[in-house]
């Protein structure tokens, strides 16, 4: 059975992720590529991370578990792009 994540660890997961997005949106507004269908993506993807962040706050162990699991994977696979 794995330990517990902390909530310090899933927020820290979450800003990376947070990070990424902005990042992207940044890079595109900066080199005038905007594909308005990639920048809604990306500004809604920005969007849930903020909402999962802020669910948090009153989310079950279960839900806890599944944000960090969902975030460690999106993290996972950013880091490999």
């Known amino acids: ?34 594909d308005p269908e990639r920048l809604k993506v990306l500004k809604e993807s920005l969007a849930a991370c903020a909402a999962d962040r802020q669910a948090l706050q ?7 578990a599944e944000i960090a699991a969902r975030y460690a994977a999106r993290v996972k696979e950013l880091r490999e792009e």
């Open 1 to 34: 059975m794995s330990e517990p994540v902390t909530p310090e660890a899933i927020e820290h997961l979450i800003d990376e992720v947070s990070a990424f997005y902005t990042e992207r949106i940044l890079a595109a507004r900066r080199a005038g590529t905007l």
């Open 58 to 64: 009153d989310a079950s162990e279960e839900e806890v």
